[in-house]
Structures are given as structure tokens and as C-alpha cells.
């Protein structure tokens, strides 16, 4: 059992123009194909309300900047696991799976992210095994480390099943079962998320943009929009329809909405509106889900390129019906920031916005 109090983290007073000292945390920001997340160990989060860290740290502007936080905890190889991750969207939302994300986690992880100790522990599980177990909110997935640098990897992650269910989305339409699936829906019965959209935005639904829809969860809900082709895909008003979908009225707890195109037998492109943080330059995730609703309807092979705006990322389907993701996991930057008094800004900013 690793003694975690023998590596303490680099905690140093910051010292504020006011004269305040507040302590400094360390973070390291990484990315996978653009998609950046602010990463702090479980240790150094444990004190803080997490939604509202989430929500001052990935201010691009305030904070140190990303799409949003994620949080790694190591566990005793008896656990079940080898390491725990948790994510929060830049909203201060919850997430249960984030794919770009659990690559950045092998990464952060094994590169000090926890401590000298904890990686030499890490690398040695590796080495033995050829992978690495992490807790998700959707539960254990696997992950394998083809190549491994000193702050960039490649790393392959079985993210499990789709699962199509509407029950399990969650989504409601009170006239659809739970355990119905929505796959390949046509555009006239688009209406049934309830969104409102003015005129200009009505008019992809039915000018022939929109070929069929379709919802899927990975441990999180996801609408997938199949459009004619990727120019209407690089073309749409995401920014615009994006959070009218995610705030509709079938989807309980939001959805990420996404539009994609096939571009061959193996390609796909795509683009995505997350839940909570709105257009990212990749979603994990998201191409997961997409890649798993357009193999459904028997119209991609079984392993294939999703071409997204921050770059390419391979997917594949398993004997036993799992999907892995195949990508880039690089840091950016590290650092310390004075978490207090970001906490501390960002209560202010919601008070004056309540007051105005």
C-alpha cells in the first residue's frame, strides 16, 4: 500500500495585492485533440466544492482555462482499480464519462500528476498487466498505453458499450417506451424533443440537411444529428441550435448534441455542442456514441476515423460489443493557482449578477 502522505503536494502562499496569502495548488492542464481539462489530484481537490472549482477554473478569461475539471485519485491494486477520475464540465456539471478526458488521466497519472511513487507503482501495474483499470460514474473501463512520452502518450480506451435505450439515455417521450431505442429517426419526427428554434434555424430540419437522428448514452446522453454531408456539418449553426437542444425539454439531464456525416465506409466527420461547456474541439464520448448509432444502422465498419475539428481519433468495436477510442493525450501547461481566491472572485461575480 502506497503511503500517499509521504509525497505531499507543492502547496506555496501566494501572496494577493491586498496582502492576502492564499495557498497555491498545483494543476496541469492536458488536452486530447483540443478537448482541455484543468487536472487536479483527488488530495489537492478534496477540500473544495467541485462544481464551483469546475466553474472558476476553466474561465478562459479568470481561471486558468479549459472545457473542464477532472480530478484522478490512485487506488490500492485491491480496489478493483488502479486509478479513480472524476469530471466536471465547465458549467460545474457532472459528467460520467469523458473520453479525451480518461486519456489525459493515464497521462497526468503517469507522468508525477500523483506523485513520484504512485507512477513507478503505476508504470509497474502496466508492465505486469498491459493496462490500467479506471472508475468512471459509468463504472471500471480499461486503458492501454501503445506509446508513452514525458508529456505526450497515445492511449487506448475501452469506453464499454453504447447503450440506445431512451430509459437509459435519460430521455422522455411520453409516447416511446424506456426500452425503445431511437436510432436513424427520420426529420419529421424531429419535433419530438420539444426545442423551439426560430424560422432560420427550422429550416435544416426539412430542406433535406438532416438525413435521420438518433440517441445513445455512454455514461452520459447524447443526441447524434446525421447530416447530407460534411460541408453541411462544417456549415451548421451549432453554436446556435446546440444549446436549444441540450436544454430541451426530453432530455432530463441535458444531452450533448452532436452533427456528423459519413465521409466513407471507415470515416466519419463531426462536430459537437457539450453538455455544460458548450462547442469543444473533440468529444470522446460523443464520437463513441456517434460511431455507435451509425454502425447500428449498418452504414460504418466496425473500426473507423472520426475526423473532428482538434483532429482524428480511431474507434473501434470489440468481439463483445465495446468501443474503443484510440487517441492523443498531451499536456499543456502546468502550474499553481490560488484557488481561494478564484473561488472567491467567481462568488462575487454571481452576486453581482444576481443583484443587476
Known amino acids: 500500500m502506497l503511503d500517499l502522505k509521504a509525497e505531499p503536494s507543492d502547496r506555496r502562499g501566494l501572496e494577493c495585492s491586498r496582502g492576502e496569502v492564499a495557498a497555491a ?27 464551483a472549482l469546475a466553474a472558476a477554473l476553466s474561465d478562459r478569461h479568470f481561471g486558468v482555462g479549459g472545457d473542464g475539471l477532472i480530478c ?30 480518461l486519456r489525459c488521466a493515464v497521462l497526468f497519472a503517469l507522468s508525477d500528476g500523483l506523485g513520484k511513487a504512485w507512477t513507478e507503482d503505476l508504470l509497474g501495474r502496466l508492465r505486469n498487466l498491459g493496462s490500467l483499470r479506471i472508475r468512471t460514474g459509468r463504472g471500471v473501463v480499461m486503458a492501454r498505453v501503445p506509446r508513452l512520452g514525458l508529456h505526450a502518450a497515445e492511449v487506448e480506451i475501452d469506453v464499454g458499450p453504447a447503450l440506445f435505450e431512451v430509459g437509459a439515455v435519460p430521455a422522455r417521450f411520453a409516447w416511446v417506451e424506456n426500452d425503445a431505442s431511437l436510432v436513424g429517426c427520420p426529420p419529421a419526427t424531429f419535433d419530438w424533443c420539444g426545442a423551439e428554434f426560430d424560422s432560420a434555424a427550422e429550416s435544416w430540419i426539412g430542406d433535406g440537411t438532416l438525413i435521420g437522428w438518433s440517441l445513445a448514452s455512454m455514461g452520459n446522453p447524447h443526441l447524434v444529428l446525421e447530416l ?18 441540450e436544454h430541451a425539454p426530453a432530455f432530463p439531464q441535458r444531452t450533448n448534441v452532436h452533427v456528423a456525416a459519413i465521409d466513407g465506409p471507415d470515416r466519419f466527420v463531426m462536430r459537437t455542442w457539450e453538455r455544460g461547456s458548450g462547442i469543444t474541439l473533440a468529444c470522446g464520448s460523443g464520437a463513441a456514441a456517434t460511431f455507435a448509432v451509425l454502425g447500428r444502422q449498418g452504414r460504418l465498419a466496425d473500426s473507423a476515423t472520426a475526423q473532428l475539428p482538434g483532429g482524428n ?3 473501434s468495436r470489440t468481439d463483445a460489443g465495446s468501443i474503443e477510442l484510440r487517441g492523443e493525450a498531451v499536456e499543456s501547461c502546468r502550474g499553481t493557482a490560488a484557488i481561494e481566491l478564484l473561488l472567491e472572485r467567481r462568488r462575487a461575480a454571481l452576486v453581482a449578477e444576481e443583484s443587476s
Open 25 to 51: 495548488c498545483p494543476f496541469r492542464r492536458l488536452h486530447g485533440l483540443g478537448n482541455d481539462y484543468v487536472f487536479l489530484s483527488e488530495r489537492d481537490a478534496a477540500a473544495f466544492d467541485r462544481a
Open 72 to 101: 484522478i485519485d490512485g487506488l490500492s491494486a485491491e480496489s478493483g482499480a488502479d486509478l479513480a477520475m472524476r469530471m466536471w464540465n465547465a458549467d460545474g456539471s457532472e459528467s460520467g464519462m469523458c473520453g479525451n478526458g
Open 228 to 245: 447530407a454531408t460534411p460541408a453541411a456539418v462544417a456549415s451548421f449553426a451549432l453554436s446556435r441550435i446546440g444549446p436549444r437542444l
Open 313 to 315: 481519433l480511431r474507434l
